[in-house]
């Protein structure tokens, strides 16, 4: 199958019918003073950024906004053990393109624990191979994208590679890039370089001046990796100081 040449999300605004106050959360983080000017690569949008620069924040609200629950899973999957979700996805207008798709899933790492009691409990396991909870955490992780998710999908993950050794992120890249070519998109929140490598995908970074595009190897999660692994002896110094004396 073809990889889709239009997106099945096309871009986000703010509501003209909401009154937004720019001084309170999470209206005030200034990624998401410009969350309109996000549009969506047919094939891949990356948000990436500093921890508590707005990503998740935004991803959480996109997809509740296209109705998913806020812990994650398909959008049957409705439940919530902690009331701290941010409502942003009450001032969120989604531009949707056509036709809609037919399967869909929201991966969230710091709830995923959550959404596997969940499965067990309504035993509807089927789908996912089995129990995800008789699996390792990057294991179960890895069922979800090789055997939940079936293509002709929208697809929001958040933080994916928190359960993934290097290995296992070129697996999930790879398996990505399957569901890719059956017609998918995807909107992922990340620090995995290995992730962010792949290819004609659009990469948004946030940061304190608000959002902009920017090229992998421009992202510090590029630059940061790199300068470790290659001069690793020198940053070690540097971070823990001379241990001769130890």
Same mark, same amino acid.
Request: glycine share 8%; aromatic share 10%.
């Given at each position: 199958?073809?990889?889709?040449?239009?997106?099945?999300?096309?871009?986000?605004?703010?509501?003209?019918?909401?009154?937004?106050?720019?001084?309170?959360?999470?209206?005030?983080?200034?990624?998401?003073?410009?969350? +309109?000017?996000?549009?969506?690569?047919?094939?891949?949008?990356?948000?990436?950024? +500093?921890?508590?620069?707005?990503?998740?924040?935004?991803? +959480?609200?996109?997809?509740?906004?296209?109705?998913?629950?806020?812990?994650?899973?398909?959008?049957?999957?409705?439940?919530?053990?902690?009331?701290?979700?941010?409502?942003?996805?009450?001032?969120?207008?989604?531009?949707?393109?056509?036709?809609?798709?037919?399967?869909?899933?929201?991966?969230?790492? +710091?709830?995923?624990?959550?959404?596997?009691?969940?499965?067990?409990?309504?035993?509807?396991?089927?789908?996912?191979?089995?129990?995800?909870?008789?699996?390792?955490?990057?294991?179960?992780?890895?069922?979800?994208?090789?055997?939940?998710?079936?293509?002709?999908?929208?697809?929001?993950?958040?933080?994916?590679?928190?359960?993934?050794?290097?290995?296992?992120?070129?697996?999930?890249?790879?398996?990505?890039?399957?569901?890719?070519?059956?017609?998918?998109?995807? @909107?992922?929140?990340?620090?995995?370089? @290995?992730?962010?490598?792949?290819?004609?995908?659009?990469? @948004?970074?946030?940061?304190?001046?608000? @959002?902009?595009?920017?090229?992998?190897?421009?992202?510090?999660?590029?630059?940061?990796?790199?300068?470790?692994?290659?001069?690793?002896?020198?940053?070690?110094?540097?971070?823990?100081?001379?241990?001769?004396?130890?």
């Amino acid at each position: 199958m073809a990889r889709r040449s239009k997106p099945y999300l096309l871009h986000a605004s703010f509501r003209s019918d909401v009154d937004l106050d720019f001084n309170e959360y999470p209206f005030n983080i200034p990624a998401v003073r410009q969350l +309109e000017s996000i549009e969506f690569h047919p094939n891949l949008t990356f948000f990436v950024g +500093e921890n508590g620069s707005g990503k998740s924040t935004v991803l +959480e609200a996109i997809a509740i906004a296209l109705g998913f629950g806020a812990e994650g899973g398909t959008k049957n999957v409705q439940f919530r053990t902690v009331e701290s979700v941010s409502p942003l996805h009450k001032a969120l207008r989604l531009a949707r393109g056509v036709p809609q798709p037919r399967d869909a899933y929201f991966l969230r790492a +710091e709830s995923f624990f959550n959404v596997a009691s969940y499965m067990d409990g309504v035993g509807y396991l089927e789908s996912y191979g089995g129990s995800l909870h008789a699996r390792s955490h990057g294991e179960a992780f890895m069922a979800v994208l090789l055997n939940k998710l079936k293509g002709n999908g929208i697809y929001l993950f958040d933080e994916p590679e928190a359960a993934l050794s290097p290995g296992r992120q070129m697996a999930a890249l790879s398996a990505i890039h399957q569901l890719v070519e059956a017609s998918s998109q995807f @909107i992922i929140a990340t620090h995995s370089p @290995i992730l962010l490598s792949y290819p004609r995908a659009r990469i @948004i970074q946030f940061d304190r001046s608000g @959002i902009g595009e920017v090229a992998y190897e421009e992202t510090e999660h590029y630059a940061v990796t790199r300068d470790f692994l290659n001069n690793y002896p020198r940053r070690l110094e540097q971070l823990l100081g001379d241990d001769e004396e130890a």
